[in-house]
């Protein structure tokens, strides 16, 4: 493998600028999808952790099934 040259530092360096800059578009958009992430997975704890409906619009019957279950 030959050796680089400036140009090939340069691109290097102004990707790395990009990616882990302080205040740049690119590190708060990604940032912004870590907690987005982080809000889904406890998200799905809550949902784990609950005993049946909570009397909003998910404790709604979805299925045919669902609603014979509630008439008998």
Sequence with gaps: MGSLSIWHWAIVIIVVALLFG?????????GDAAKGVKAFKDGLKDDDSKNGPSGGASSLPRTEAEKEDLKN
């Design 22 to 30: 302080g205040s740049g578009k690119l590190s708060n958009l990604m």
